[in-house]
């Protein structure tokens, strides 16, 4: 691991955060460079190089990538599903320009490797509700949901025809205690935890029986680390793996809250982001991924509700 040399981009976000902290401590701090549009997260202030920039600045980004020695790519930055319907155009600019920069990058500087990540947004109303598999009929209603197919298929694309070896997960909705999401339809599942410390009251944006795909981000950090250090011969599939935690409704966690805080009470306010969640499959089959480099998961909701609360609750003494 150390002749590696790593560039995370949109390491200020959910999780970028969390990705930069874990591969720095895997391939050492000075082997990690963290960037973001963003002024630096106080989360990784100290703990490794930082620089401040865009990635639609092909220019720049390639002139860093190549004085750093940059051998690996994470990159995270993307407009989520909320976000993106309120703002598509900027969505599709940031989500297909950002990751055509890389691609081509990778391509002309022989990057090792790539990571970019997919969702399970990819998946639209035709697509199976329950167990949804890897392969099935795909069309996306959202513009974030477009955008991780046409770049997933640009991922398969570079793979094939100039060998870049890039990798992907389509990531369920993300809950975690250090970094706040922004800007999707699963982000409900953190703020509760917020709302049920701060106020012991939360209103739900979805509808009490909308179950979606989730997963605790230790789980999504260490999926991400074994499948960029799983050998290439192991990865079959070039456009995104499906990835499964677990699967529940606001009705399910809001009663697994109250086992911590008894006086927690939800109501249901659902808005536009109803429809966006009503189009995703319930919950996701990832046999293949599991075949092909050895993936499971460790926390169920209990787990992760217990150890949500134990960490945010010092935030709120
Ligand atoms: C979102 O809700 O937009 C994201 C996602 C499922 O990719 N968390």
Redesign the pocket.
Known sequence: MAKDKILVIGACGQIGVELTLALREAFGKNNVIASDLREESILLKGTGPYIQMSVMDKEKLQDIIKKQKITQVYLLAAV???TGEKKPMIAWDLNMKGLLNILEIAREEKLQKVYWPS???VFGPSSPKKNCPQQTIIEPTTV?GISKLAGENWCNYYFQKYGVDVRSLR????ISYKSE?G?????YAVEIFYEALRKQQYTCFLSANTYLPMMYMPDAIRATIELMEAPAKKIKIHNSYNLSGISFSPKDIAKEIKKHIPSFKINYAPDYRQKIAESWPQSIDDLKTKKDWGWKHQYDLGKMTSDMIQHLSLNFK
Do not use: E, F, R, V
Not at 171 to 174: K, V
Not at 183 to 187: L, N, P, Q
């Open positions: 989520l599903s909320a969702s399970i947004a974030y990531y369920p909705g993300l999401p800007g999707g339809t699963t982000d």
